[in-house]
């Protein structure tokens, strides 16, 4: 199954895909969360051919992993880790697959894109071994986790870097887990004004899906909904030769194999509504 948040008559409703390829609209009071929580939802509503996407739910919490392929340790000349580099990813840098990527340069000049296949929570868990941690798994989303590498370095730890309002694009939709038969066998790529920055597989990965669950679950009791990040392949603007950054007037476009797309324009943050609020 693949649900999303869409919006109508600017209200966000839930939405379920249906084999033709459309999306049909469940009962009014029924969010994501709830579903991932258990809930059960029936599409008998209208049926939506264009339907318009937004943040498919906002995470209670988001954990990060860095330095998780291959390609990527070796693109930055560091050692393979020997355990997940696990950051907190604030919930409140959640946005939608289409809107908006405010970078303020007056924060940051060297925010990059991270492109990553997102493993979506669907139980509470915790001390899971890896065989079983799979199963704790309600479905798999597309993620961007922008960072301000600046930041990072500034603070010698990634809280500001990686949490910026707008710096964790979300969407479009929620894969279940069934649709998703190898996590470790999935494409993830990422365009920049319409050119090929990043394109890698998720068979690179130094720790697996199902060994970042159980890490995670053994260090806190993860909750439905929760997402952990899985890491980010080769590609990403601030270790290229010379460095990129994302800057207003950017088109940034992710895709994550068999889950779905997002584009998001890059830009400045809005002077003129802060003063006149």
């Not at 296949?117 to 479905?139: C, K």
């Not at 969407?171 to 996590?183: F, H, L, Q």
């Not at 999935?186 to 990965?205: A, F, H, K, P, Y």
């Not at 806190?220 to 290229?240: A, E, N, Q, S, V």
Request: net charge negative.
């Amino acid at each position: 199954m693949r649900y999303a948040t869409v919006i109508v008559d600017e209200a966000r409703r839930l939405a379920v895909a249906q084999p033709e390829g459309d999306w049909r609209l469940t009962a009014e009071d029924v969010t994501l969360l709830d579903v991932i929580g258990g809930a059960d939802v029936t599409a008998t509503g209208d049926v939506l051919r264009q339907p318009e996407f937004a943040l498919p739910y906002r995470p209670p919490t988001i954990f990060g992993i860095g330095l998780n392929f291959h390609d990527t340790v070796r693109e930055m000349g560091w050692a393979i880790p020997e355990k997940p580099y696990l950051f907190p990813k604030l919930s409140s840098s959640a946005c939608g697959p289409f809107d908006d990527v405010i970078v303020d340069e007056n924060l940051t000049t060297r925010a990059d894109w991270e492109a990553e296949l997102a493993v979506v929570i669907g139980s509470r868990i915790r001390d899971l071994e890896p065989a079983s941690a799979l199963g704790a798994v309600f479905g798999y989303i597309a993620a961007n986790d922008i960072s301000a590498r600046d930041l990072q370095a500034d603070d010698g730890q990634w809280v500001r870097g990686k949490g910026l309002d707008t710096f964790c694009p979300l969407g479009p939709a929620v894969v279940t887990a069934d649709e998703i038969r190898d996590p470790q066998n999935v494409g993830i790529r990422t365009w920049l004004d319409g050119e090929l920055v990043q394109d890698g597989n998720t068979s690179d990965m130094i720790f697996s899906v199902a060994e970042l669950i159980s890490y995670c679950s053994h260090h806190f009791t993860l909750h439905p909904g929760d997402i952990i990040l899985t890491g980010t392949p080769t590609g990403c603007g601030d270790f290229r030769t010379p460095p990129i950054a994302l800057r207003p007037g950017n088109v940034v476009e992710i895709e994550v194999e068999g889950i779905g797309r997002q584009l998001n324009r890059v830009t400045a943050p809005d002077r003129s509504a802060a003063a006149s609020g």
